[in-house]
C-alpha cells in the first residue's frame, strides 16, 4: 500500500521515477480505510533530501501511511525556502490536538551544543511531552535521539574526540525483538556524530533496553521497555551518497575529516560508494510501522490519553 502525500511535494515526482507507490490526498480520501497517521518531525538542514528518505523507507510496507511534516516554529531555516516550509509543513500548535500514530523525529548539526542552548529546545521538549498523549509510537534518529533519551530519561551525551563517520557493523544485543525482525547477524548503519551516548548511563535507566551496538560505533538502538519509543543513534535512512557528499563538502571547506569507515571500495573516495544497509534500512522502517505501530495503535486514536506508559510490552 502507498503513503499518501501531496502530489506538489518534490518527493512526489521522484518517487514515482523510482516506481514507489504513493497516493494523492484526493485519492486516499475516497478510500474506506483508515491509513497510519505518521508526523516527520524534520530539523535537518537539507529537508528536501530528508523528506526523500525517509518517505522512500515508509513506503516499503503493505500500508497505507498518511504523512504530515513538522517544522520547528521557533527556528528559521537556513537552507530550506520558505515557500516550501509554508506550503508542506505544519506546526506544533496547529496540530495540538491531533493525534498519530507514530512519529519521526530527525537529527540535527547542533550536537555539539549542549541541548539547553539550541534555540528550539524548548519548543522540541514541548513537542515530546505532548508525544506522550498524542502519538503511539516515536522513532528518534542521532540527535533526535539523545534530545529525547536527555529529556525523557536523562541521559548525557559526551563529545567525541574523533567524528564517528562510515558504515559500521552491527549485532542484535536482544535477538527476536520487533525492530529487527528478519536481520541478519551482522548489519551495516551509517554514523555521522561528534557526540555519543554512552552504555553505562542507559544501563542505570531501568525503562531503557539496549537492542543493537557496534564494537566500533557504540550503542545504536535503545527502547523504552513499554515498546513506544525508539532511539537510532545512527542514519539508516541515508543515502548512497549522503557520507560522500559530506566528506568532499568539508575537505572543500578545509575542515579536519577522515574518509569515512568502510564506505569508499578500497577507501578510494574517487570509486562510488558501497550501499551497504539499504535492505535492513527498508526492514526495520517495515518492521516499525507493522509491527511497533498498526499491529498495536488504538483504532480510536484519542484513547492514547489514558495509556499507562508503566506497562512493559513486546520490544
Not at 72 to 101: C, G, W
Not at 160 to 176: C, D, N, W, Y
Request: one cysteine or more; glycine letters at 4%; hydrophobic letters at 40%.
Amino acid at each position: 500500500m502507498p503513503i499518501c502525500i501531496s502530489p506538489e511535494l518534490p518527493a512526489y515526482q521522484a518517487l514515482l521515477h523510482e516506481r514507489i507507490f504513493v497516493m494523492s490526498s484526493d485519492r486516499a480520501a475516497h478510500q474506506d480505510i483508515r491509513p497510519l497517521r505518521i508526523l516527520v518531525l524534520n530539523i535537518m538542514p537539507k529537508k528536501l533530501e530528508t523528506e526523500l528518505q525517509l518517505l522512500r523507507l515508509l513506503s516499503n510496507a503493505a500500508l497505507q501511511v498518511d504523512i504530515s511534516l513538522l517544522r520547528m516554529e521557533t527556528h528559521v531555516s537556513k537552507n530550506t525556502a520558505q515557500s516550501h516550509l509554508d506550503a508542506f509543513y505544519t506546526t506544533l500548535p496547529a496540530i495540538r490536538f491531533q493525534y498519530f500514530d507514530g512519529m519521526i523525529i530527525t537529527g540535527a548539526p547542533v550536537e555539539q551544543l549542549p541541548f539547553e542552548e539550541v534555540d528550539y529546545w524548548r519548543e522540541i521538549c514541548e513537542l515530546m511531552a505532548w508525544s506522550r498523549t498524542h502519538v503511539f509510537s516515536t522513532l528518534h534518529i542521532c540527535w533526535g535521539a539523545q534530545a529525547g533519551l536527555y529529556y525523557h530519561f536523562g541521559v548525557p551525551k559526551y563529545p567525541l574526540s574523533q567524528k564517528m563517520f562510515g558504515v559500521f557493523p552491527h549485532t542484535a544485543e536482544i535477538r527476536h525483538t520487533l525492530l529487527l525482525h528478519g536481520f541478519d547477524d551482522v548489519f551495516y548503519v551509517p554514523h555521522s556524530r561528534h557526540t555519543e551516548v554512552r552504555r553505562e548511563d542507559i544501563e542505570k535507566v531501568p525503562e531503557l533496553r539496549i537492542i543493537a551496538s557496534s564494537e566500533q560505533a557504540g550503542v545504536y538502538l535503545i527502547a523504552n521497555r513499554n515498546g513506544r519509543q525508539y532511539f537510532l543513534t545512527g542514519h539508516a535512512e541515508y543515502d548512497r551518497n549522503t557520507l560522500a557528499q559530506e566528506y568532499f563538502r568539508d575537505k572543500e571547506r578545509n575542515l579536519p575529516i577522515d574518509l569515512p569507515y568502510h564506505y569508499f571500495p578500497d577507501d578510494d573516495p574517487t570509486k562510488p560508494p558501497e550501499f551497504s544497509w539499504r535492505g535492513h534500512a527498508n526492514l526495520m522502517y517495515s518492521n516499525w510501522l507493522n509491527y511497533c505501530v498498526y499491529q498495536r495503535t488504538p483504532y480510536d486514536l484519542k484513547t492514547l490519553q489514558k495509556t499507562d506508559w508503566s506497562q512493559p510490552a513486546d520490544i
